[in-house]
């Protein structure tokens, strides 16, 4: 599963990799890619990515959304009233679009009325940039997993990966915080009691207004908490993806080797050789032991006699 760890013939070293005993080497943990993590040493998927996981939620609790309310108007005329007056709205909120009849209390004639506002471009946003969160996070996955050679090559794939985290962190932060004021929009706009003043019967004190049942929003609540939560991972992600990055690698590499150059410096210089062994002078037989000029003196003692003797 990994490449074998490059050794160097000087130190005799795992480069890449930790020791470990009999000189076999074992990959570092923060050099595999982050969402590799996830494989154990049997290659199992031990967890899933959260990331995908979250932005499915985003966007389906977002993007399916459809509810409706309903009203109903007592006319003091009883044949004129209408106690069901059921009105639907759905995802992407274009609230305007949405129409319904409703007595007037006036005979037989019913007005035609609509909703008010256009919440379509948060939704709308807040969805896009969900889906392609997904599609990005499940690319990279695969591109992780099956190409780490294309991704490691000249160090493209973690920044390109780097650049894309920070974008789609603050499109999540932007997106998450327009959507949570579009929907406080749509509650507003969806209010029964808002709803009701839009008719012309509910104007009149004869006649009875009533809200029968109002939009259920905990799914859209949902949707914005997810957003949130989106943007917490992929801010998180940032160290994570930025500690792949040349930029982060070429500021821990030159401590070690900086270490390396003095351990080598001390392996290979005078402390570690035997300096008092036998190349050195402390061990070595000094002028004492040999026949130094102590010992070539004797010979001025035996030539003096002999000379003498010569003269006589």
């Known amino acids: 599963m990994f490449a074998p760890a490059a050794r160097s013939p000087a130190a005799g070293r795992c480069e890449g990799c930790f020791g470990v005993l009999g000189g076999s080497c074992s990959p570092q943990p923060w050099s595999l890619p982050r969402r590799q993590q996830l494989f154990s040493s049997a290659g199992r998927l031990e967890a899933p990515h959260p990331v995908e996981l979250f932005a499915i939620f985003a966007f389906a609790t977002c993007g399916g959304y459809s509810g409706g309310l309903r ?131 509910c104007k009149q004190q004869s006649n009875k207004c009533l809200p029968v049942h109002s939009p259920v929003m905990s799914s859209l609540n949902t949707s914005v908490v997810f957003g949130f939560l989106n943007f917490i991972l992929w801010a998180g992600n940032i160290w994570f993806v930025f500690k792949e990055t040349g930029w982060h690698s070429s500021g821990q590499r030159h401590p070690p080797d900086t270490m390396e150059k003095q351990s080598s410096s001390y392996n290979q210089g005078g402390y570690n050789q035997d300096s008092y062994g036998p190349a050195g002078g402390y061990n070595q037989p000094g002028s004492y032991g040999q026949v130094g000029e102590y010992g070539q003196s004797q010979s001025y003692g035996q030539s003096g006699p002999t000379s003498f003797t010569n003269q006589i």
């Open 71 to 201: 009203l109903s108007v007592d006319c003091a005329n009883k044949s004129e009233s209408d106690l069901n007056i059921d009105i639907a709205f759905a995802y992407p909120f274009r609230l305007h679009q949405v129409n319904f009849d409703a007595p007037t209390c006036e005979g037989k004639h019913r007005e035609k009325l609509s909703l008010i506002g256009d919440f379509s471009s948060s939704a709308e946003f807040f969805v896009t940039i969900a889906v392609f969160a997904f599609l990005y996070s499940l690319a990279a996955t695969v591109v992780y997993i099956f190409f780490q050679n294309k991704y490691r090559e000249n160090n493209r794939g973690p920044l390109i990966d780097f650049i894309v985290t920070v974008v789609f962190s603050f499109l999540w932060l932007v997106g998450s915080s327009a959507w949570a004021k579009g929907l406080s929009d749509v509650k507003i706009a969806t209010d029964p009691d808002e709803v009701l003043l839009l008719m012309s019967a």
